[in-house]
């Protein structure tokens, strides 16, 4: 993966709006935010978000159940999983263009007082 950081600043900004919701705002919430960058880039933004919100605690991932493994080991499942991009729904993030869920695991965002947002 390429060596690229998003400022603290984005981060928030795409953060923010994408709290509490599915892992198809986080994806089109930073695609607004970095317009002007191509497809591999917001997907290399994409994973660091995804490391940065489970390393932080904010979110977790899970299909039934909470996904095991190390964060770099869920990061890695999304980075391998993840389609290329004329095979991505740019609608509806988390389906391919054969309709089929390519995600390993949605988000479970977990808020400080303890409760948790399965999407």
Not at 32 to 39: T, V
């Amino acid at each position: 993966m390429n060596v690229m950081n998003i400022s603290d600043e984005t981060y928030c900004q795409i953060v923010k709006f994408s709290e509490g919701f599915d892992v198809n705002a986080l994806w089109l919430n930073l695609a607004q935010a970095l317009s002007q960058s191509g497809f591999e880039e917001r997907k290399t933004f994409f994973l660091q978000i995804l490391r940065r919100l489970l390393t932080e605690g904010r979110v977790k991932l899970a299909a039934d159940s909470f996904l095991t493994g190390s964060v770099e080991e869920q990061v890695d499942a999304y980075l391998r999983a993840f389609p290329d991009e004329d095979q991505l729904d740019e609608d509806i993030f988390w389906l391919n263009r054969n309709g089929e869920c390519w995600v390993p695991g949605g988000f479970v965002w977990c808020f400080e007082d303890g409760r948790e947002a399965w999407t």
